[in-house]
């Protein structure tokens, strides 16, 4: 059983910083694509970011610039990284990874911009 439990989460003004991280039960960082998603209200998951096992890493168009993901294998964590955010980034935030036809999900960190 593979859990996720995500931190970092909080209130920030526009223009500020988070950083979210993600913890995994288990060695799966190093192995498994691992993502981030956020969810606003009366909106559906989007995908935000995502990490490959080789290290590479792919954003969605909103947020390319801005956030940047990485891990630690060592500690088995990812690490979401959000500058320059914006009122539209509000969100709960969820990591995510997919192992042997079953997804896994966090409970979800709450990310607020506004001023």
């Known amino acids: 059983q593979v859990q996720l439990v995500e931190s970092g989460g909080g209130l920030v003004q526009p223009g500020g910083s988070l950083r979210l991280s993600c913890v995994a039960s288990g060695n799966i960082v190093s192995w498994y694509v691992m993502d981030w998603y956020r969810q606003a209200p009366g909106k559906q998951r989007e995908l935000v970011a995502a990490?490959?096992?080789?290290?590479?890493?792919n954003y969605a168009y909103s947020v390319k610039g801005r956030f940047t993901l990485s891990r630690d294998n060592a500690n088995n964590t990812v690490y979401l990284q959000m500058s320059s955010l914006k009122p539209e980034d509000t969100a709960v935030y969820f990591c995510?990874?997919?192992?042997?036809?079953?997804?896994?999900w966090g409970q979800g960190t709450q990310v607020t911009v506004s001023s």
């Open positions: 990490i490959a096992r080789g290290g590479s890493t």
């Open positions: 995510h990874t997919g192992l042997s036809g079953f997804d896994y």
